[in-house]
């Protein structure tokens, strides 16, 4: 198998890797760079659980080959909390128990995340809409849009 020398910024770090011609983004996050907060839920796009921000665009990295993040801005999960400081996300979440399994949180929190960053004051359903992308078996959706209502108060400073 051909294995490709990519560059690239992951949550602001320049990362090199190595990986093969049909290794997709997750699997190269996951297998070459070992960060695995990002999961894989379905493996075909329709879940949301390996969502990730490329180039500040929200994509499934099961969707994305490894070697077209060549020169690439790339944020995952692990990049949103800042040392200690958890992200007001990551803590609303904590604190409205919008999480069971884990599975599908790294991706409904870096949808929420884009979401706010395009829309800071969005309505009960513009959240709905905004992670419609994401999937999540265990919790049901209220306390999820709960936690981003309030993340995105606190964001506000509202």
Do not use: W
Request: with cysteine; glycine share 12%; net charge negative.
């Amino acid at each position: 198998m051909a294995r490709h020398h990519v560059r690239a910024t992951v949550n602001g770090d320049a990362v090199e890797f190595l990986c093969e011609t049909g290794q997709t983004l997750l699997e190269a996050l996951r297998d070459e760079l070992r960060l695995t907060g990002t999961k894989e839920g379905c493996g075909t796009g329709d879940c949301g659980a390996c969502s990730v921000m490329l180039d500040g665009r929200l994509v499934c990295s099961c969707l994305v080959l490894g070697v077209e993040a060549e020169g690439r801005s790339i944020e995952t999960i692990e990049g949103m909390a800042v040392g200690e400081a958890l992200h007001p996300l990551q803590q609303k979440f904590l604190e409205h128990a919008a999480l069971q399994c884990g599975i599908c949180t790294p991706g409904i929190l870096i949808a929420a995340r884009a979401l706010l960053e395009r829309n800071p004051d969005p309505t009960e359903a513009e959240v709905r809409d905004g992670l419609a992308g994401n999937l999540c078996r265990c919790t049901g959706y209220h306390k999820i849009v709960e936690a981003v209502l309030a993340a995105a108060r606190e964001m506000r400073g509202a």
